[in-house]
DNA sequence: CACAATTTGATAACCGCTTGACAAGCGGAA
DNA sequence: TTCCGCTTGTCAAGCGGTTATCAAATTGTG
């Protein structure tokens, strides 16, 4: 592997006009230019990254920290993440956390010592203050995090656009279906939208509350039952998370249980999957969300000022679920 | 930020004492390691990995290239990796080709100048000469790249397995829908596998061959043509893919054809989402592939001797659209 | 207590590149 | 010719570690 001394020696030049032409070929002169890029071409040369970020201090890495890349959601952001890395001519190095507050931690400490330029985080925010007082810029997607500035999908609207579409589409009994309460503010948001447009168009705020165990084991009884309960027949749900609505239709239709005719369904994030499924859903911005993220980071990184909190806005996809002609 | 001298001075001892303690600590000893703990606890110490990198000539970070995350397929795969690669004490830069051969190209220029410790290949194979000679451990990920170690599933028994199932499922006229012939020695391996298993069975391989704008575009009257075709009433379908198995669904679903009624369908890949289509498929065994490709790598790195193909099993999901009740 | 074994110190070179200070070479303009 | 401005050379220190060498200090052992 050849250094720059090999290609200074190689272009009769010294090393410092190596450099310059590497870092500022305005300073060097079209002929000494050429002899240059003539002899890193024949050595093949490519600067080594490391040693040039350790007397820069800048790796032009960034981390990312997600769950998991293989649920459609976060495989989307990471995707749309390293693509307006590369546009930048940033790297990236990816964390999976599994959602693990512990590992969350680590894979921070890891990026520090890694010493990359900055973090994009999908946070389980689990132990919040392990992200405070890190002196590194940080961006969060999706979760609100004080003193961080995050990127989010406008929630609020979302909740709001969901309950306009359940009973826009008939429902007269309408219920959303809830994580156990975290610290989710996202979440909270998009409750809080839902709650707003049902109690704006004259309807009960309802909700069902399930385990994030019954979530993954797809245990929704506590749902069917609710639709068989005289007092108020659920006719309308709205759920936060594709795969979980996905669950859920697959769930009814063992038990008979048809949308639109027997009930009103719609998701949220807006994922491929829903369309296979003919399901409604809530769509999240994901692309744009990661650009956006993107694009903060590195004016941070650059020292400038951006807004505390950036949301985008949310739309509704409808399809059959919540269709009129039930 | 604190430096190893920092910590040296702070635990009264020189660098070579703490760099030892880093790196053999059972060179040192208790009384003086517990010291030279304290005083990293008391600096908020991480050693700075690019510095070691430089000396060392190892970073302990693996690229991986691959087309794009948002893909259910390389989601599973990119998660997998990342998992493996963490639980070795590697990190993962994250390369996203879109299987574009020169973006390929410059992000193995890219992972070289990083000094990544090897590479983990899922290439477009657009240009394989790019990959060889090629002084870094590289593995390659379902494709087959001269001089290269590979793992993939065994494509030849996915074909089989999926023409067995076909016919077993009652098809008369099964087909196998295919991409244009490009350098995909495993989509070659899969038609091989499923015309053995079809004239083996007694019956004629006939394949359709679809552009990637068809595809893409989901244009599949070619199919449902041949479905009419009274020489050859096509009533079975493998096609190599599970998107493309879910929107051709969807296409003939818009046509009023059924599955398991007017037609079979199985896909390839095993994805989640066929769970939720009720579609055949045959399950490509992703966490093991690239918990395997991580070990070969790392074998590699560490100059041990790999095989140059692994092959791992593929398995039939059987779904609805395969069952008998026609 | 002498001797060996273990642990630590001191120093310096090195990994490959950046950067600043300063001088020297060169050509063109006055 | 002289002076200026651009380009390049020279030199050296520094980024934060690793590692080899050798010597010195500490400890354990019989």
């Known amino acids: 592997m050849s250094t720059i ?18 870092n500022k070929p305005e300073m060097v002169s079209q002929s000494t230019r050429k002899r240059i890029l003539a ?25 990312v920290i997600i769950p998991n890349t293989s649920l459609p959601l976060f495989g989307a952001l990471a995707d749309a993440i390293e693509s307006s890395c590369a546009d930048n001519g ?24 890694n010493k990359v330029d900055g973090i994009i985080l999908c946070a389980s925010l689990r132990n919040p203050d392990a992200y405070m007082n890190i002196d590194l810029p940080i961006v969060s997607v999706d979760r609100i995090i004080p003193n961080i500035p995050s ?28 994580n156990v309460p975290g610290t989710q503010t996202t979440a909270i948001m ?13 309807y009960e705020y309802r909700e069902i509350i399930l385990t ?30 594709d795969t979980h ?22 998701g949220f994030d807006g994922t491929d999957l829903m369309d296979y499924l003919d399901l409604s859903t809530i769509s999240v911005p994901i692309v744009e969300l990661g650009a956006l993220a993107v694009e903060l980071l590195i004016k941070r990184i650059e020292k400038q000022s951006v807004p505390e909190r950036s949301l ?14 039930a």
């Open 245 to 266: 609505a996905a669950n859920l239709k697959r769930f009814c239709a063992r038990r008979g249980l048809e949308t639109p005719r027997d009930y009103k369904l719609i």
């Open 5 to 22: 001394r090999d290609v200074a020696n190689r272009a009769n030049v010294c090393v410092a006009t190596v450099s310059r032409m590497l």
């Open 39 to 63: 002899a890193m071409e024949e050595l093949n040369y490519h600067p080594n990254e490391m040693a040039r970020s350790l007397s820069t201090k800048r790796t032009h890495i960034i981390g």
């Open 312 to 325: 985008l806005p949310a739309s509704l996809i409808r399809r059959s679920s919540t269709s009129k002609d």
């Open 212 to 241: 994030n165990e019954q979530f993954f084991d797809c245990e929704f009884d506590a749902i069917t039952d609710a639709m068989k309960n005289p007092d108020y027949p659920v006719d309308g749900i709205f759920i936060t998370g």
């Open 151 to 178: 990127v989010s999908c406008d929630n609020f609207k979302g909740g709001v656009l969901a309950a306009r579409e359940l009973i826009d589409s008939g429902c007269r009994y309408p219920v959303i279906v809830n």
């Open 90 to 113: 940033y790297k990236l190095l990816l964390c999976g956390s599994r959602g693990n507050a512990d590992k969350e931690s680590s894979m921070m400490a890891m990026l520090l010592a």
């Open 190 to 202: 998009r409750s809080k939208g839902y709650k707003y447009e049902c109690e704006r168009l004259g």
